[in-house]
Structures are given as structure tokens and as C-alpha cells.
């Protein structure tokens, strides 16, 4: 059966989705096959079929072409109007057509009416704009746990609104965001992509300056060994702007995994420090000795022994008085984050000798020292009068939170017992 094509004018629909034709992050027959799905819902609406309709799409020149495909029938004899013609109306369109034979007639834009036509654009800019939001969310998916820098475009209370190099938005809510961040707009910030959500259609892209995986992005990328595979990473806690621990093994006994990840004078961790807001980052060998563990965590105090609890995960770490402080830290810092470290709860206790028979405990004094200055001192881990004695002047006023002539006057007043 022969087939015989209209040659007309094209229509020109520039203007319906020129809009849609340069989504880069959209693949080029995703955009075909969407477009012509659009014009044949459109089609079927106005003729109940899309039937014996073929759809030719140009996105590049921003243009599509539209064939009603029908038999040409004797006069009289029509049935189906979309899929028959008769010879006298297809004689009309060219006078060589005979019965039997396939008219392909071209459809002019101007059937459709000026509601189908608004309709057909509202359906191409929702159906581009899923696919736009489909391609972000796999493009960003494929990228969690990953370091990106973006642009700050506004701040508000809950989160900082940030633009990629395409004008995507990213958020940074305010629990993600390190205590001291301050950002102004226009400037380049840090952040990891920590994970993508996809509800209500539109993706949202979370990013965050607190989770581990921040800092341990920042350390592979100052760290060559890191990046060569000799060193691993195994744990990292953190108290966002205060302190972490980190701990590290490397499978080359030529390497020390600690010196490599500090550097020179801690050259490697400078940078990473100012980007954290003056975060201090301790890092320790890595065992898979719990006890081990637990005492190389508790940095930079000298532990004893450990006593550990496996099934409640739980560990009893016995010092030196003087060490008590230092294994607990200004604020609980030092314990809490070897715990977060190691996986355990760590109880910290002094070890009494024999010249500890004769101590003091410090609630003995509240009529001497005021009970709040006392509730001070057991929180850096003090408990009686030759603790504080034991402990350096410096580290009491660093740890505590009390005034260089407190902690004078109190040492003034415990010493004074034993005299």
C-alpha cells in the first residue's frame, strides 16, 4: 500500500518548549520521550485516541511535527474518521491519491485551540521539572559522604540556604553547623553532603560541618598516606568546635600512623583545626585490644588498669589521683569522647595507696569552701583534699571553672588541714 506524506508549512512551537530544550542534566532521549508523551496525551484528550498519530520531535532545533495517518476509502464509505479518508476530501489535499492508499497529513498547531495548547505547557514544565528533580536527587544520592564547597545565598534562624556551581540548593540546618560558624553571603563554605531526601517530589540536599565524616574527608585529603591506602581510619568522635579523637592504623610498620596524620609541628591538622573553629583533634593508634583501646583513648592521662564488662559494654579505669582530671577532662570532654571512641561506657576511679588512708573527702569542707566550688572540683574528677593537692595549680584552673584566686584560696585551706 503506498503512502503519501502533506507537505506543508512546519509549525513552529519554539515557543512551547524552548524552555525545557537545554537541561543539560536531562539525557537527550529521556527529553524526546517526554515531550512525545505529552503531545499525545493532548492528542487523545481532543480525538479520544492517539491512534495513526506520528509525533516527530526536534529539540534541536526546538520544533516537533505532528502526522494524522489514514486509508483513503471511496466516497460514502468512511466508518472511522481517524483512521479512514475519503478519495474525494484526500483528492483535496493532492489530486494523485487513489483508493487504498495511506494519506499522512500534517497537523496544524492551530487545531488544537488555545486551552490544549496552554495545557500541553503546563504538562511539559511539570513532567521537565520531575525530571529535573529525579536527576538531582541521583546526581546528589551517588554523592553522600562526599566534601562539597558552595556558596552561601541566605541565612535564616533553622538553616543556611547554599548554591552550587549550577544553582542548586543545598541546606545546612543549624544542628549541622559548627558552634562560631558564622556565614555571609557570597562566601565559600565547606560541608558534607550528608544525606538526600526525597519528599513532596522536590529533593532536599542536607548538608553538614558536624558528622564525623567531615572531618574524615578533610584528614584523607591532607593525608597522602591516607590517600594511598597505607593508613586507615577506623573511628572518629566528635564534639563539634571542642574536641575529637581519632583513631588511625597503618599496614606499613615503617609508617607511624600517629606522626603521619599530625605532621610536622601538627602541620597536616592546621588547616583542619581552623576550619573547625579551633577544634583540638587527638589522634591515637588504632588496637583491637578493648583495654588497650580504652587507655590509649584516655589520652593524656596515665591509666593503670581496666576492668571491663563485655556484655554491658562498660569499662573501670583506675588512676594515679593526679591523673583523675586529666583522664576526665575540662567538662567530661576527655572521657566522653574515649567513649564515643571505643564503643564503652568509661567510669573513671582513683586508685587509693597507703598514703591515702589518711585523706580527706571534700564534702568535709563545706564549711570552709562553698558547696558549689566543691561541685566545681568533683567535676574535673577531685573527690578529696590530696587530689587537689596532688594536682598542678595550672590544671585545676584550666579544667575548672573558677577564678585564679578560688582555687588559690582553696588549696590555701586544704593544705592548712594536714599541717
Not at 29 to 56: G, P, Q, W
Not at 107 to 135: H, K, N, P
Amino acid at each position: 500500500m503506498a503512502k503519501k506524506t502533506q507537505t506543508t508549512e512546519p509549525v513552529d512551537m519554539i515557543e512551547v518548549f524552548a524552555d525545557f530544550k537545554e537541561k543539560n542534566n536531562i539525557d537527550r532521549a529521556t527529553l524526546v520521550s517526554v515531550l512525545e508523551e505529552c503531545f499525545r496525551n493532548v492528542i487523545a484528550k481532543m480525538h479520544s485516541t492517539d491512534e495513526n498519530y506520528d509525533i516527530i520531535v526536534n529539540p534541536d532545533k526546538g520544533d516537533f511535527e505532528i502526522y494524522h495517518n489514514r486509508v483513503v476509502v471511496p466516497d460514502g464509505e468512511v466508518n472511522d474518521k481517524n483512521k479512514e479518508i475519503s478519495l474525494s476530501e484526500a483528492q483535496q489535499i493532492e489530486d494523485d491519491y487513489e483508493i487504498g492508499e495511506e494519506v499522512s497529513q500534517r497537523v496544524d498547531m492551530s487545531e488544537f485551540g488555545r486551552r490544549a495548547i496552554l495545557q500541553l505547557r503546563q504538562t511539559l514544565a511539570s513532567r521537565i521539572m520531575e525530571l529535573e528533580y529525579d536527576a538531582l536527587y541521583n546526581q546528589y544520592k551517588d554523592r553522600e559522604g562526599e566534601v562539597i564547597s558552595a556558596e552561601v545565598y541566605q541565612t535564616w534562624k533553622r538553616e543556611t540556604l547554599l548554591m552550587d556551581e549550577e544553582g542548586n540548593e543545598l541546606l545546612l540546618p543549624r544542628q549541622e553547623q559548627i558552634p562560631g560558624d558564622f556565614f555571609r553571603k557570597g562566601e565559600s563554605t565547606r560541608a558534607v553532603i550528608l544525606r538526600v531526601e526525597n519528599t513532596g517530589g522536590k529533593p532536599r540536599i542536607i548538608l553538614s560541618r558536624t558528622a564525623p565524616e567531615f572531618l574524615q574527608r578533610m584528614l584523607e585529603a591532607e593525608v597522602p598516606e591516607i590517600q594511598d591506602g597505607l593508613i586507615t581510619i577506623h573511628k572518629i568522635a566528635r564534639i563539634p568546635g571542642e574536641r575529637a579523637k581519632i583513631a588511625v592504623e597503618s599496614y606499613d610498620d615503617r609508617i607511624d600512623p600517629v606522626g603521619a596524620c599530625v605532621g610536622v609541628k601538627g602541620s597536616r591538622l592546621r588547616g583542619i583545626v581552623h576550619e573547625l573553629r579551633g577544634e583540638n583533634i587527638d589522634v591515637v593508634t588504632w588496637t583491637s585490644n578493648t583495654q588497650l583501646m580504652i587507655t590509649r583513648a584516655l589520652n593524656p592521662a596515665r591509666v593503670n588498669s581496666v576492668t571491663l564488662n563485655e556484655e554491658e559494654h562498660t569499662a573501670e579505669v583506675y588512676l594515679d589521683p593526679d591523673q583523675v582530671s586529666l583522664a576526665i577532662g575540662k567538662g567530661g570532654l576527655n572521657v566522653k569522647l574515649a567513649s564515643m571512641l571505643v564503643g564503652y561506657t568509661i567510669d573513671v576511679f582513683r586508685e587509693l595507696n597507703e598514703e591515702d588512708n589518711d585523706d580527706v573527702s571534700l564534702d568535709e569542707f563545706t564549711d570552709a569552701i562553698e558547696p558549689w566550688i566543691i561541685d566545681e572540683l568533683k567535676k574535673i574528677g577531685f573527690e578529696t583534699a590530696k587530689g587537689v593537692l596532688g594536682a598542678q595549680r595550672e590544671m585545676i584552673i584550666q579544667n575548672a571553672d573558677l577564678e585564679e584566686e578560688t582555687v588559690d584560696e582553696v588549696l590555701r585551706i586544704l593544705q592548712a588541714e594536714f599541717e
